[in-house]
């Protein structure tokens, strides 16, 4: 006889292989251009890569503190403080994680309970409702609508309840692009204080906006920062996803309880990485001047695409495009994004698998992180659909 049955059942039994690499897949199977997958086309800057090999020649390959290198949460303590006017303590309120997925889970993990509810505005990075059920909490959902994706807070208000542990939210937002504004969060700061819920905000492209627009992140609101946890990204930053560096950011109380966990997830994350980091950091254009950087390519992308049947509205934040796709056909997304694989040559991502039930707004998500000859590839294929 067996020591175990045959049968496993699955703890995340409607989860199956995420929609990034089923499209990659695609993509590569049909030699399509994937503007699907949200990485860069192009190196990082070799000076970072040289640091990189630097650190690992001066012999810094064992493992690094558990919550990081001091070296590099003191500068993103300075960081933070320069951005956004609240000071987090590098010694207790710092730490380093294996990439932004990685600090979501950690937070959650953390934070919610059995029956515990955590409310997510969806579309929603596919990274959330997974984590919450592992540990055994309950999802719940407000749906923000095509073509805006804005929040009716009085709306969010009837969504929480007693067993409201957790509120996620994501700004500048994957999949759509959209912002959250200074009004938003002051309206989040009066819904939640004094209620004991814990806000997440995964804020990894917080250096990625457009337009003159301001990144309204967690830590310039001190009423909303005593009781959140901030998620932020190198990978996004630094155009290195494949390094899977992040960090998370929260007050000491949270820390705590973060850390518990974290030491048991991944202990320590890459050390010749958060050294090589720990210096280029320094220079503080490589960040302030990444959206700049990105709104060339979005600008550059959605002119290429003006003559399309497409509709457009341009993004407020992220390396992310929306285009609307009704005056070409009523297809459902999914089945239109897998035939733009297959007889055009060009993957992007069905915005409706970012919802839990069907919402199909006939959009699809495009990545402009890519090369200028990628960008204008793509583009003359969306032109001829």
Known sequence: MPLFPSVITSKLPTVGTTIFTVMSRLANEYQAINLSQGFPDFSCDPALT????????????QYAPMPGIMALRELIAEKTEALYGTKYD?????????????????AITAMVREDDEVLIFEPAYDCYV???????????????????????????????????????INTPHNPTGSILTADDMAKLEKL???TGIIILSDEVYEHILFDGNIHQGVARYPGL????????????????????????????????EFR??????????????????????????????????YQKKRDY?????????????PSDGTYFQLLGYKKISEEKDTDFAVRLVKEYGLASIPVSVFYHQPADFKVLRFCFAKQD????????????I
Not at 139 to 168: F, G, S
Not at 227 to 254: E, R, V
Not at 301 to 313: D, E, H, M, P, Q
Request: net charge positive; aromatic share 12%.
């Open 373 to 384: 000859e990628t960008l204008e590839k793509a583009a003359e294929i969306i032109c001829r």
């Open 301 to 313: 992308f959605n002119r290429l695409v003006a003559g399309s049947r497409f509709t457009c509205k």
């Open 130 to 168: 997974p984590a919450i059920e592992l540990n055994e909490g309950k999802a719940v959902y407000y749906q923000l609508k095509a073509p805006d994706y804005n929040i009716d807070w009085n709306e969010v208000q009837k969504l929480i309840n007693h067993r409201t542990r957790m509120i996620i």
């Open 260 to 293: 518990k966990v974290h030491q048991f997830l991944v202990f320590s994350v890459n050390t010749p990485i958060q050294y090589a980091l720990a210096e280029y950091l320094k220079q503080k254009e490589k960040y302030m001047e990444l959206g700049a950087f």
């Open 50 to 61: 040289d640091l990189v090999y630097k650190n690992m020649q001066k012999g810094y390959n």
């Open 90 to 106: 590098p010694e207790t309120e710092i730490t380093i994680t294996a990439g932004g997925t990685q600090a979501i889970y950690t």
């Open 225 to 256: 920062a005593d009781h959140s946890f901030i998620i932020s990204s190198f990978g996004k930053t630094f155009h290195t996803t494949g390094w899977k560096m992040g960090y998370c950011l929260a007050p000491k109380n949270l820390m705590e």
């Open 192 to 194: 939640t204080k004094g």
